[in-house]
């Protein structure tokens, strides 16, 4: 444990030392995130998981900074050239950038113009010149002119003297720094088109003459104009006023009006346009790339995190189609854990006949297997398929619901959906992870790629590493604060739970399918591998929902189930009671049970999750309906009023989803009526909100949005009547009534039942 990490990181983030020692610890020994903030609130001062998530970062940063700082001064001892003054400054180096500037003028290079000036001989007469005093640089040359050395005139002794001046000034530390905060203030961002790419790079055409200044440059810009110069269809520069820079540089090496200093002023020329502006640019446009990665990344991983929580269904009875036109939609049956029960072809889209014959086919469906919902994927001939089977007179509480299928496809022919289905083709696996994604998209989502979701801008162009981390991240955090039902779960799912990852997720579903289901959190320890560690992380994100011990279906941790016996002891009552009645909680004083190592937060927590129970912490499911008549692009008129669910957030504004095949774009001036910073504060993803046309492109498949002048979010689309409204939520709409028999008393399941 580095205590100098430890000072720095709770200046940084303004935590007390204690707050990061403890989180550093518990780090080491590998608790996760989630862990950690969930479990080990009295340790670390209740630090959440951000906060969390930030010291990991930093104490892996300095990690690399000792490393690499190890790695600097081996180099220096290895070539003896390691002074005292030298150590001491590259040891206290507190970032990369300062350790490089450092290191820089030491560090073995290829041979350059200074180099070989060097090995001519003329460091000496550069050095005489640097110092600016009065005299004759021509005179003070003429002593270094020696043909057999290479160095035939007192031109070419002068010039060989100011490369090695413009190399010790483009490699001062001092100067660099200067150089970068001039590059960062004033530094503007330049494109063109590349010469007899104009047709070719058509995408690209509004930054074909673009330049804007780089530190007003949103990210999204950055990095599509990168993506632009990486296929080869831009040119890109970063430059400040020329005049700005050598001013700049001249302050900080020009000493006087000698002779001498017009030699320094033309060295400092030179070397500026040949290494100084281009090693500084290089830097700039790699900082410029950092801070537009970690801005995407940063929308993409709250885009992800609000898909990942949308409201799920539930465990209903559900069919799911994957629509197509002349390969016909395929048609899947789901109960209520997901389980595939039945698939079938239908071409409602064919011929009157196919529809005919769609129309049976569903509708004995629906009546076989008690459907609650539909759920129709979004893509190619999703509208129309919507629009068929609203227009079969379906009893009204089964609810129909429009379904985001980006990545199905992805899922549907990875290796996952072959192990689970590998007597069915890819449509099948298709249709069934649409169905299974509108029952719980959290629990369906985790088996396809993040990035692949469709929630994201630029995301293959951002740095890897950090992405996959901050998606990581999300997935993990979001599935154990809904926690998992460790029976039903997939190896997909229980690998994101905390402590566990794919071996052991692995070897429980293997466990679960030998011995039957879980009876109780105990019994994981019977799994395979699962040791003490692994238990303590996982347990209290695991559920079993109709397990032995009424607390195994909560997110307590079985390290806490005596304070809550203990609780249910001193009132008189049952597990059970005190968890399903509120009255009894009430009586419990959470101040009796504090010991030193059990606080208030986590009483607090026992407290909170004892009257949640079992509950979903998502909000409730409401189906949603596109306008009707609104089935494509060209249906679309500027002026409509149209309902839409966001699909995705960026910094410059909102996608959504109008039901039309193509996303329209609510741009972040046509958010609200007031100003908005970031579209993130208006509206979430999967958010149901009402927009107004403002222009269409047809050509270009492009539709101008807003939410502007008084349109509200809402909850209830539009293109129905008002007493539709009853009944579109299929779980409250079951609670209130009971029916014996659902399909009774409807004319369209008469009739095939006859038949």
Request: charged letters at 30%; a neutral charge.
């Amino acid at each position: 444990m580095n205590d100098k990490h430890i000072s720095i990181i709770a200046e940084e983030l303004g935590k007390k030392v204690p707050q990061v020692r403890a989180t550093a610890v518990l780090l080491k020994e590998e608790a996760t995130v989630p862990f950690i903030a969930r479990y080990r609130k009295e340790a670390t001062g209740s630090l959440d998981e951000v906060e969390i998530a930030a010291i990991r970062d930093r104490l892996d940063q300095l990690g690399e900074l000792d490393k690499r700082r190890d790695s600097v001064l081996k180099s220096l001892v290895d070539r003896g050239i390691l002074t005292d003054e030298l150590k001491e400054k590259v040891e206290s180096a507190s970032s990369m950038t300062e350790l490089e500037d450092i290191y820089l003028p030491f560090r073995p290079k290829r041979r350059t113009r200074a180099t070989a000036a060097k090995e001519k001989g003329l460091e000496p007469l550069a050095a005489w010149i640097f110092e600016q005093k009065e005299g004759d640089p021509e005179a003070e040359a003429l002593a270094f002119v020696d043909p057999e050395k290479g160095v035939e005139s007192i031109d070419a002794a002068l010039a060989g003297a100011r490369d090695i001046i413009a190399e010790w000034m483009s490699e001062d530390q001092s100067a660099r720094e200067k150089m970068r905060g001039l590059y960062l203030n004033t530094g503007v961002m330049k494109s063109k088109v590349v010469s007899g790419k104009e047709e070719e790079g058509v995408k690209y055409r509004d930054y074909y003459n673009w330049e804007e200044p780089l530190s007003s440059a949103p990210s999204h810009r950055i990095l599509a104009i990168r993506r632009g110069e990486k296929e080869g269809f831009l040119s890109v520069r970063i430059m400040p006023p020329e005049e700005e820079a050598v001013s700049l540089l001249e302050g900080l090496f020009i000493k006087g009006n000698h002779v001498t200093s017009e030699q320094v002023r033309k060295a400092l020329q030179e070397g500026y346009k040949r290494l100084l502006s281009s090693s500084i640019e290089v830097e700039i446009r790699l900082a410029a790339k950092k801070k537009a990665d970690e801005a995407a990344i940063r929308v993409f991983a709250g885009n992800l995190r609000q898909l990942l929580l949308a409201p799920p269904l539930g465990g209903k009875n559900v069919l799911a189609i994957d629509p197509g036109f002349r390969t016909g939609c395929k048609v899947v049956c789901l109960d209520r854990q997901g389980k595939l029960l039945v698939n079938d072809t239908i071409y409602p889209h064919f011929s009157d006949k196919g529809a005919a014959e769609s129309a049976a086919k569903i509708g004995g469906l629906c009546a076989q297997f008690e459907i609650a919902a539909i759920a129709i994927g979004n893509g190619t001939a999703g509208r129309e398929t919507e629009t068929f089977i609203r227009g079969l007179g379906l009893p009204k509480e089964i609810a129909v619901v429009m379904v985001n299928e980006s990545g199905a496809s992805i899922y549907s022919a990875s290796e996952a959906a072959r192990e689970e289905f590998p007597d069915q083709d890819v449509t099948v696996r298709g249709a069934v992870s649409i169905g299974r994604r509108l029952m719980d998209p959290l629990a369906e989502l985790v088996k396809i790629d993040a990035k692949s979701i469709g929630v994201g801008q630029y995301q293959h162009d951002v740095e890897q590493t950090s992405l996959k981390r901050s998606l990581d991240d999300v997935v993990m955090s979001c599935v154990n604060g809904v926690g998992v039902e460790v029976n039903t779960a997939s190896k997909e799912l229980l690998t994101y739970v905390s402590g566990l990852g794919p071996q052991l997720a692995k070897n429980i579903i293997e466990f679960r399918n030998e011995n039957g289901p879980f009876r109780s959190r105990n019994a994981l320890r019977k799994v395979p591998r699962l040791g003490p560690k692994a238990f303590e992380q996982a347990a209290g994100f695991l559920r079993i929902r109709d397990g032995e011990d009424p607390l195994d279906r909560s997110a307590v941790h079985p390290e806490s189930y005596h304070i809550v016996h203990e609780m249910a002891m001193d009132i008189g009552c049952s597990i059970a009671d005190l968890m399903g009645i509120d009255s009894l909680r009430k009586r419990v004083d959470l101040r009796r049970y504090e010991t030193d190592t059990v606080g208030m937060p986590t009483l607090t927590d026992i407290m909170a999750e004892l009257s949640r129970s079992s509950r979903d912490p998502r909000e409730q499911f409401e189906p949603f309906r596109f306008a009707e008549g609104i089935e494509k692009i060209d249906d679309v008129k500027k002026g409509m009023r149209l309902p839409g669910i966001v699909t995705n957030i960026t910094v410059f504004g909102v996608f959504v989803d109008i039901g039309v095949h193509q996303d329209g774009l609510v741009h972040i001036s046509e958010l609200s009526d007031r100003y908005v910073k970031d579209p993130a504060e208006v509206v979430k993803v999967h958010e149901k909100v009402m927009v107004t046309v403002l222009d269409l492109d047809i050509a270009r498949k492009r539709i101008a949005l807003s939410m502007k002048s008084g349109q509200s979010k809402t909850e209830a689309p539009t293109g129905r009547k008002e007493g539709d409204a009853k009944g579109r939520d299929v779980a409250q709409k079951e609670k209130k009534e009971k029916r014996p028999e659902r399909f009774a008393n409807n004319p369209f399941y008469d009739a095939l039942r006859k038949k």
